[in-house]
């Protein structure tokens, strides 16, 4: 079946300008994360998801990031007043139930110039 | 919490070498051990993981040790082949409301035909 899917997979934002990024996880999953990725480096946990309810946003890195998941699928990343450092590769990913394989998107690359 | 030390932070073996990639992680609660693989510029995808009930798991070439005395696991590739090259990423689960997991660092792994 259909992986998990991500758009857009590159944005190039203007300083100070808002951004949507989304996911369409697997079919089904109840679990769905998302992590950003710096250059070089591990993925970085931002938030999770069961069903519609972010039960852990503990690693979004200031209030001018925001995710949602209102219907229990699709998920939308938000980064209000974009700033330089939040040039990265942000990650989508979903698992089945909890504690089961995440499954990762192709990620979306966001360059704040 | 949670913390994730990889290493080495890049590794170059001959083609039909073995390669072995260590990691460490802090909290005794962690259960949950998989390693991802990602080619420059796609996607995490798992190629192994492994339980805390099980001291060692094999797939072909690839098999993961874990000593949850010592808070290690390690990931070994034998027989490596060109295609292995990529970046490899260790990670733990931790228990929040889900299964959140810490990346390591990750490590560059270079099989040189």
């Known amino acids: 079946g259909a992986g998990v899917s991500q758009s857009p997979r590159y944005k190039v934002a203007k300083r100070g300008q808002d951004v949507a990024l989304r996911c369409d996880p697997i079919?089904?999953?109840?679990?769905l994360f998302w992590y950003q990725q710096a250059l070089g480096q591990g993925p970085e946990f931002l938030t999770y998801?069961?069903?519609?309810?972010?039960?852990?946003k503990s690693g979004l890195p200031s209030d001018r990031f925001f995710a949602e998941r209102p219907e229990g699928s699709v998920s939308t990343l938000k980064i209000q007043r974009t700033q330089q450092e939040d040039s990265a590769v942000y990650l989508c990913?979903?698992?089945?139930?909890?504690?089961?394989?995440?499954?990762f998107g192709p990620g979306t690359r966001l360059l704040v110039l | 919490g949670e913390n994730v030390e990889q290493h080495p932070s890049t590794l170059s073996v001959q083609e039909g070498d073995s390669a072995v990639i260590k990691c460490t992680y802090s909290?005794?609660?962690?259960?949950?051990f998989p390693w991802y693989k990602q080619e420059l510029g796609k996607r995490p995808q798992l190629i192994i993981d492994?339980?805390?009930?099980?001291g060692e798991k094999k797939d072909q070439r690839i098999a993961v040790t874990l000593n949850k005395t010592a808070k290690h696991f390690s990931l070994h590739i034998t027989e490596t082949q060109p295609e292995d090259s990529a970046v490899y990423f260790c990670?733990?689960?931790?228990?929040?409301?889900?299964?959140?997991?810490?990346f390591g660092p990750g490590t560059r792994l270079s099989v040189l035909p």
């Open positions: 998801f069961q069903n519609e309810a972010q039960l852990d």
């Open positions: 492994i339980r805390s009930n099980v």
């Open positions: 990913a979903s698992s089945a139930s909890i504690g089961e394989t995440q499954y």
């Open positions: 079919s089904g999953h109840v679990s």
């Open positions: 990670a733990a689960s931790i228990r929040n409301y889900g299964q959140n997991f810490v």
């Open positions: 909290d005794s609660a962690s259960n949950y």
